[in-house]
């Protein structure tokens, strides 16, 4: 895939990083801030949206409403209450929440307001009960600096976090309440994050200072970078969901061929005369062409009393087959356009048919039938339910009018390849309004007393005391500083560096562990894998030969722990003796070569020495038996 001039075409990136924080209770009850398991009550909703103070109506909620869903809930009993319920009132706002908000904003140097006010923010996908997320601006400005670049920050909230999704069944969707009110930070860049490498620098260094507070949740699931990625005649595109740090470089880079294409795709049609006008015909049955047809999801459809429909667009030839992203098509962003606005699974168009059990004539006679010339026009066929069939086709107009017109504002999800889907509209201005049920809150000097206690110094202090204090080179340093896990690494070094030279601590997280990414899932190695494994070096339980091997087990099995590791794997660590015994065994199985080359058998015999020590002892004191055995023996003979 060739290389983007990303100046040339104007990339612009604003990060919104979304971080759960480690507080005693919710954001606004006493119940704990942990997610839990056990038993729990049911209860249904459905959300509308509802007009703002201005009388205006959020099109994305408006979008959401139109999807006709229901929501099913489950109340854990001990994690959560009547404030999830939106059956009570919200308590107070956690002070200690708000005390991590302020920490961040003294470290950014951003403006501390004096009086925090709760905003409602309209959410009605179903993952908050009341239909709407309370939001709170804690401060505004300050910066950061990144590789000598000076990032503004813009805003930094205190929200509640949503309800755990767990599945969709149908048109019902079913969600647990213990996440929703465990408080989130929220920090926003301004948008001057010019390559996807930047943006992914900044937001590490964004995570790494909120760690650095030691009051923010650790895994998968408690952070949540989300992307305001725009280029030069585009739009700016807000991508939701992004959790892993490495993938955002793709993602923001996929975002950019996705606007790139889509500018040129709207030329194409200005250039080919193509106007809003001409997308404006009405669908055409074209059930009969498909009554004896071989594709299968075609006479599924057929069988349940389905309709056919075409539609022609002008102009559109080869257009919809144009790759926007690695596997995903102008065509796929239609699909995507039509399945969230209809409900409807897949179209059919004639860029990618014959296929699907759809053949060439059959194409032909929906041509006739929709009096469309082959090499200049499009055709999407539709096979459903005849109303969800018409607003599949009134979704697909839609979608190819706004193609005239470039990029669309829009909500994208990532999905696991740094690939993107269409998931609704921008929201607009209406979406706030002020939150009736919580008073304003001061920002007294207890607060900022708690504040300036889990400030979180500057990352070049860091630098010093790991070169300085713990004696770390200073490469090695630099690389410690890039990693998420910058605090975890500190504070295994001051608990275990008597035991552990504090240089292989770092070298596991930033050497091994990196190096293993490209064989196993690294994520699925957790801070308490990691901190265990730690411990049995310390306490002597293994040796460092042995990490490695039980980092990858770990990776393959994240269920089990270090201990059950090194048991499974035979490494757990001998001592000096039991290695002595054993060395002195393998000589006497090799005594004829001992015999004969004397000294020079080291190699050999260190091989079969290694073969059953390796990841059990120490290299080097197997090593220095060996020399001495054969030494020994050597001089006996």
């Given at each position: 895939m060739q290389g983007l001039d990303y100046k040339q075409i104007g990339l612009r990136v604003g990060l919104e990083i979304h971080q759960q924080l480690a507080t005693r209770r919710k954001l606004f009850c006493p119940c704990p801030a942990e997610l839990g398991e056990e038993e729990h009550d049911e209860l249904e909703r459905r959300l509308r949206p509802t007009r703002s103070e201005v009388g205006e109506i959020d099109v994305a909620a408006l979008f959401e409403w139109r999807k006709g869903r229901s929501y099913l809930y489950e109340a854990p009993h001990r994690h959560s209450c009547l404030v999830e319920a939106d059956e009570e009132p919200p308590h107070e706002m956690s002070k200690e929440a708000i005390a991590i908000g302020v920490a961040m904003a003294l470290a950014f140097g951003s403006h501390v307001v004096d009086e925090i006010h709760v905003m409602r923010k309209i959410v009605i996908d179903g993952s908050n009960t009341t239909g709407f997320q309370r939001t709170a601006i804690v401060a505004l400005g300050g910066s950061l600096t990144v590789d000598g670049k000076q990032v503004p920050i813009q805003t930094i909230a205190i929200e509640e976090d949503a309800a755990r999704k767990l599945r969709e069944e149908g048109l019902r969707i079913r969600y647990r309440l213990d996440r929703l009110g465990i408080p989130l930070i929220e920090i926003s860049t301004g948008p001057v994050i010019e390559t996807p490498e930047e943006a992914a620098r900044v937001a590490l260094a964004i995570g790494q200072l909120l760690r650095l507070t030691g009051k923010v949740r650790r895994g998968l699931g408690t952070i949540r970078q989300d992307l305001n990625v725009s280029i030069k005649g585009g739009a700016i595109t807000e991508i939701k969901g992004v959790q892993r740090l490495d993938l955002i470089p793709k993602v923001v880079e996929?975002?950019?061929?996705?606007?790139?294409?889509?500018?040129?795709?709207?030329?194409?049609?200005?250039?080919?005369?193509?106007?809003?006008?001409?997308?404006?015909?009405?669908?055409?049955?074209?059930t009969s062409i498909f009554r004896d047809s071989k594709s299968r999801i075609i006479r599924r459809v057929l069988k349940r009393g389905g309709t056919v429909l075409a539609v022609r667009l002008p102009g559109f030839h080869g257009l919809l087959g144009r790759e926007l992203m690695p596997g995903r098509r102008f065509g796929t962003e239609i699909a995507d356009y039509v399945r969230f606005w209809s409900g409807v699974g897949g179209i059919f168009h004639s860029d990618e048919l014959p296929a699907y059990g759809i053949t060439e004539e059959e194409l032909d006679n929906v041509y006739k039938a929709l009096n469309a010339e082959r090499g200049r026009d499009a055709v999407v066929i539709v096979a459903e339910e005849k109303g969800r069939a018409e607003k599949a086709v009134r979704a697909v107009l839609e979608r190819a009018r706004m193609a005239l017109h470039g990029v669309p504002k829009e909500t994208r999800g990532t999905l696991e390849d740094g690939t993107t889907r269409f998931l609704r509209p921008r929201p607009g201005s209406a979406r706030m309004y002020p939150e009736t049920d919580t008073p304003p809150i001061l920002v007294d000097e207890e607060i900022m007393e708690i504040a300036r206690r889990i400030k979180p110094e500057p990352p070049q202090r860091k630098l010093e005391r790991l070169t300085k204090e713990y004696g770390v080179p200073m490469e090695l340093a630099k690389e410690v500083l890039r990693d998420i896990r910058l605090?975890?690494?500190?504070?295994?070094?001051?608990?275990?560096?008597d035991r552990v030279p504090a240089k292989t601590i770092a070298s596991i997280f930033v050497v091994t562990l990196r190096g293993l990414r490209g064989e196993v899932d690294t994520d699925r190695i957790t801070d308490q894998h990691l901190e265990e494994t730690i411990r049995m070096l310390a306490e002597g339980r293994i040796a460092k030969e042995a990490v490695e091997e039980i980092l990858k087990y770990l990776a393959e099995h994240p269920g089990d722990s270090p201990e059950k590791a090194a048991e499974k794997l035979g490494l757990a660590a001998v001592s000096r003796e039991e290695a002595e015994k054993i060395i002195e065994n393998i000589i006497r199985e090799n005594m004829e070569i001992v015999q004969k080359r004397g000294m020079k058998a080291m190699g050999l015999i260190m091989g079969r020495a290694m073969a059953v020590l390796r990841g059990r002892i120490d290299g080097k004191i197997v090593a220095e038996i060996v020399r001495e055995k054969l030494r020994k023996t050597s001089e006996g003979l």
């Open positions: 996929y975002e950019a061929r996705r606007q790139l294409g889509l500018l040129e795709i709207r030329d194409e049609l200005r250039r080919r005369g193509v106007r809003e006008e001409d997308l404006s015909q009405r669908p055409v049955d074209v605090d975890l690494i500190e504070r295994l070094i001051k608990e275990y560096g």
